[in-house]
């Protein structure tokens, strides 16, 4: 005759299924939980994910389909707050809008410095511009673009300055350059940060153009920085020559 069940035997029987029970629904997920102290570490390229209850990802940290660690955040509607990422291999910091705009964001494609906002450089003329058939320029006159005699920069002239605080890696100039009158002279132009010369170009017949960018990775992180533009003649002539700065702007 076989054993009996007990009712010892049946207890035991409830309580060890009530503590397989309990360790099952604690793998199965956590509704809380409070680290006192210590923390958590994921290894093996292990992720932290968050998700509302909408199914929108809010927050991820771990590695991206090439197997890069990424961090991002998001807003309710999933579009990105902050996020840290790779361009063209190199790691970037970015800020974005609602429009997904970059507001803010280090340079990747030059290794170093600001990407995003390009800054602009304030520069201010240092010469009165010449106007065909107008004797006197204190009575005041309207002019499509600023130019000079030649007889102004047989030397080298500065005819435009600024000051920067440079956060970026790279500056590019735009405006009108070239033989503003005569057919023999080549101007050119130099654009200086601290009297020393960045970026250098000649031009001879009218042209407005954007020249750049060029490196002034030396100056990073400098603050009051002058920025000049000169003119000189390459080769002499008759003539007058035009200089018309339209914009200056730090960029990646």
Known sequence: MGQLNQPSNLVD??????????????????????????????????????????????????????????????????SVVLQSNFFAGQPFFAMR????????????????????????????ARFVTHQEDVADPGLGYTYNDMWL?????????????????????????????????????????????NNTTVGTWTQTGYSGNTQGPFDISAFLDQNDVTVDLTCSLDTGGAGATFCQVESVYMRQ
């Open 149 to 193: 005699d030649n007889s102004q920069i047989a030397t080298e002239k500065i005819l435009w300055r600024g000051e920067a605080s440079v956060l970026h890696k790279y500056v590019q100039i735009t405006g009108v350059w070239g033989r503003a009158a005569g057919t023999t002279h080549i101007p050119r132009y130099r654009l200086k940060f």
């Open 97 to 124: 809008d609602q429009n997904n705009v970059i507001l803010f964001s280090d340079n990747a494609a030059g290794s170093g410095g600001m990407a995003r906002p390009w800054l602009p450089i304030p520069m201010y």
């Open 13 to 78: 029987r409830v309580s060890k299924l009530e503590r397989a029970l309990e360790a099952f629904r604690k793998l199965s997920g956590l509704t809380s939980a409070i680290i006192r102290r210590g923390g958590i570490t994921l290894l093996d390229d292990s992720f932290l994910k968050v998700v509302d209850d909408q199914g929108t990802q809010i927050l991820y940290i771990g590695p991206n389909s090439d197997g890069k660690q990424v961090f991002n955040l998001n807003r309710e509607n999933g």
